[in-house]
């Protein structure tokens, strides 16, 4: 990349890309060059008024890359895709233009073992194009997977791993709230369920990674998700759940080994209102590991933390594919 | 390196170089080719013997690397000194005979920081050498340092960081007893202290390595080093501590910005029955994180576990100095 600030441009303008864009807007070693939505309530939309942030007034929200015109960018911010398959194609996009992506796409973690055929083709195309591909986030990208992957580093031995999440989703955005099915019946629970619309992106698949980082053999198995339902009535500002109908989500995977022996556990829980909110990772091994964070890592402010930490380094990647 | 497991020897034979070397006989992915200690009770001694460890009868313990004759070896683990002076020959001398070095050194970890011109010379030499030189441990290496470092990687903002670790003694080798002074008198401590020879090596080298990977300014300043006095007779096995004598230190060192506000405090306590032992890491930040191991880690077979990782991703690792 050339001297100077890295030039960005942030792709998808969601509560985390707001977030994102606002700090990277404030920031002396980084310099924002635009930010691209295509949803037609933002499109066009002066940025200094969507971020409510002075120092990004006449920026105008761009609907496409194609409308950068003239002005180079060095990294792309990839917040538009969870989901593997739109994330490629956003990805191959970005590497033809020569632009080094860090994206927060959930599934990019275990991309490499999921889809090996065209992670690997997209390593050679940002290899060509001289231009990293930098998977981050919290969950997946660190909780559940690069932090256990590290503290595991300094055991002689493991012999098994259990993470636990335990989030109130109260006490974070309303956009979480929504997506663990916050106030849904059970029978739309089921539905979006079947859907796949309710529920955490991404807990196999940091799964996945854990275990190609692991001294241990173990074999990922499917993941279940059940509500968490409303012991009674909950009614807080605009919130309103219904005594039984649904406060969160419960989703646990594990790995067993070919004894049939458990070798990893995953167990998160989102609900509004849940008690004893924490996160933790404890490791069974020599030496035996115990890391709790006491009322949990916030996932929002954290995930910003990490996209910026992620921009930063990305000026000094290696060409390709990296977590 | 050539294909097939990493030709390994070990320098320095004590408590943990005995450990590590026990581990890579009987690691698959490893070969040990030769341990080397000067020590006149160590040089001939039968390695199975000293290690017992049926696995490596019949290896004699060298006494210096040019008795290795026409055997080969890729890296060498040196676990032989804990100050730069004397680490800094030794590393000289490994990366002429161009092997990659793992290095238990505690004072390496801040090396590029405090001896900028000496270890700029050494990653030269070895890069020319096309070797790679890798400090790693625990404390120095991981739980004061490289894991506040990762967290804080996640915060869109840090304003301070404070590491906590309590170690209680008794449930630890006699060597950190009798290096953190237990059973002593007041008059040996100061005596001891004055001479450096009591006490952890390098806790001020991790927070300088810190403090240049936070995204907030501080000066280090000097290390206060305390003993914890018994508050009554302690008498356990061989352990025998009068009432008034030396139980265990508490070092403190901090780092204070500009305008004197402290940044960054390591508080460390080690000492025989110290109660309520565990690590903490708490980062008050956006967002905060607090990272608690309730009984701490423990650091002797956790460093370990360190070098073990080290030496598997030497094999991978560009030539030159790196933590």
Known sequence: MPPGPPRVV???????????????????DLKLVAAVDPAPNLVGRDLG??????????????????????????VAVHMAASRFGPALAHLKDLVQRRLSVVSTCEELIAAPYR?????????RAAREAGVSILATGINPGFLMDLLPAALTNVCVDV?????????????????????????????E?????????????????SLIFLMNHLPIEGEVGEETLRPIVAA???????????????AGVHQVVRAHDASGRSVAVFDLRMAYGLKNAHDEIVVRGDPPIRSRFEGGISGDRATVGAVLSTIRFASDAPPGFGT
Do not use: C, Y
């Not at 259990?162 to 059970?186: E, F, M, N, P, Y």
């Not at 629970?189 to 698949?205: I, K, M, N, Y």
């Open 10 to 28: 942030t792709l998808g303008l969601g509560p985390i890309g707001r977030a994102v864009t606002r700090e990277i807007v404030g920031a002396s």
């Open 49 to 74: 008024d969507l971020l409510r942030d002075e120092r990004a007034a006449g920026m105008r929200v761009l609907p496409h890359l194609d409308a950068l015109g003239r002005r180079k960018a060095d």
């Open 115 to 123: 889809w090996r055929r065209e992670t690997a083709a997209l390593d």
């Open 159 to 187: 012999t098994s791993v259990r993470v636990t999440r335990h989030v109130d989703t109260s006490k974070r955005r309303a956009a979480l709230q929504a997506k663990t099915g916050a106030g849904i019946s059970l029978a």
């Open 189 to 205: 629970f089921r539905r979006r369920s079947r859907e796949g619309t309710v529920g955490h992106v991404g807990l196999r698949d």
């Open 232 to 246: 009674r009535r909950i009614r807080r500002g605009r919130t309103n759940i219904e005594k039984g109908h649904v």
